[in-house]
């Protein structure tokens, strides 16, 4: 292991292990400016991601919605054949 680290991105010297807690030393990866803009990325990121997979489910939702509506449509179309043959069958029979 190097006693210096440095920065992922912009190669500025973030620790030092002998003026630093050796745990900090191992989980720094970046400097202040360039963490904050990795936090950044990151949170854009992670918002595209949602956005995307809401897309997804209310594309998934409003095709569903679809095929259920015309799934309606034509089970009140066979009531109203079937209510019109019962009526047809009951008018003939008296």
């Not at 745990?23 to 963490?35: A, F, W």
């Amino acid at each position: 292991m190097t006693d210096i680290k440095y920065c992922k991105r912009c190669g500025a010297m973030i620790s030092d292990i002998s003026t630093t807690d050796w745990y900090r030393h191992l989980s720094v990866k970046y400097c202040e400016i360039c963490r904050k803009e990795s936090d950044r990325e990151k949170t854009a990121l992670r918002v595209y991601n949602l956005r995307q997979r809401k897309k997804q489910k209310d594309k998934f939702r409003d095709e569903k919605l679809a095929l259920l509506e015309e799934e309606n449509e034509l089970l009140r179309k066979r009531v109203l054949q079937l209510r019109e043959s019962v009526m047809n069958n009951t008018s003939v029979s008296r």
